[in-house]
């Protein structure tokens, strides 16, 4: 009689352990296998803008609508100060936010990226949060945050699958790039220099969005405006972003887009995940319940149900 395939897997594990000496951590082993067997196709991350709790902020009305195009779809807030020196962020400055979050933001797709190399991957950032994602997928300098290399800190690997990259009322617009979107013909406090050309050569999946009467990413007075991205463009950007995945290929097929509503990961009741299902993790949108076992953490990504 054939072993089961979770007795299979344990078997190849005891040899690798007899072969190799290394002590091996079964669980964390299996976990980690069955993390990349259930990869979503598509992975949104979006970074708020400065001031607002952590979450996705203003983006999160974009990141919704595309969660809701494409059923399976799993979305990850960017985790950063968010900061302009205000004590409600806890007054870091902006220039060292704006650098922390470049990291983040490059830390959080690498690593997703290398858990789930196949997966399709959409940046959404809102003001603060569209520099940061500005910076990290073109990369610097960016002087004001004290980014000197040119290079971006996104590897070029996991570029590759970023397909779609949002920003909206970011302070690095400036006017005359192919990719703009609005009113702006002028630019942002901190605005990339004229004739800029990303540095990734990623220009076809931005879309950058900016009207003249934003006084972040442009010069006009009205603060009101700012806000008004995702009500005004999101339509738009969830068009683009539709475009280039089924560019891509292997996606999903999308539904229509109803008016978003807050998406939070949530106790189906009776539908609980399986015994060895995953019921939890950064992104997930499923069963956070178990059937039979308890829903163990193995890492930041990835929660099992285990006995």
Not at 9 to 26: K, R
Not at 263 to 289: E, M, R
Request: proline fraction near 7%; hydrophobic fraction near 30%; charge should be neutral.
């Amino acid at each position: 009689m054939w072993p089961s395939p979770k007795n299979a897997f344990l078997l190849l594990l005891a040899h690798s352990l007899v072969v190799s000496g290394s002590p091996i951590d079964v669980e964390e082993a299996e976990a980690a296998v069955l993390a990349k067997r259930q990869c979503p196709q598509i992975h949104v991350f979006g970074a708020r803008e400065t001031t607002v709790s952590p979450g996705f902020g203003t983006a999160g009305q974009v990141v919704n609508l595309i969660l809701q195009a494409f059923p399976g779809a799993t979305s990850e807030a960017i985790q950063y100060p968010a900061c302009g020196g205000q004590s409600s962020c806890g007054g870091v400055q902006y220039g060292d936010s704006a650098r922390q979050g470049t990291n983040a933001v490059a830390t959080a797709v690498n690593n997703f990226h290398t858990r789930c190399p196949n997966a399709q991957i959409v940046l959404v950032g809102y003001s603060q949060g569209g520099q940061i994602m500005d910076n990290a997928v073109c990369g610097g300098p960016d002087s004001g945050s004290n980014i000197n290399t040119t290079a971006p800190p996104i590897s070029a690997s996991a570029l590759n699958q970023v397909k779609a990259a949002i920003f909206m009322g970011s302070p690095r617009y400036v006017a005359g790039l192919s990719y703009n979107v609005g009113t702006c013909q002028a630019q942002g406090f901190a605005a990339r220099p004229r004739g800029y050309v990303c540095a990734s050569n990623s220009a076809s999946k931005i879309q950058n969005y900016c009207d003249s009467v934003d006084p972040y990413c442009c010069t006009g007075n009205d603060q009101q405006a700012h806000q008004a991205y995702g009500t005004k463009y999101g339509q738009q950007a969830l068009t683009f972003v539709r475009a280039r995945l089924n560019q891509s290929g292997s996606t999903p097929a999308p539904t229509t887009p109803s008016t978003p509503q807050p998406t939070q990961p949530s106790n189906p009741g009776g539908n609980c995940a399986a015994l060895w299902a995953q019921c939890g993790g950064s992104g997930w949108n499923g069963p956070t319940c178990c059937s039979q076992g308890t829903c163990r953490a193995s890492n930041q990504w990835y929660s099992q149900c285990l006995n």
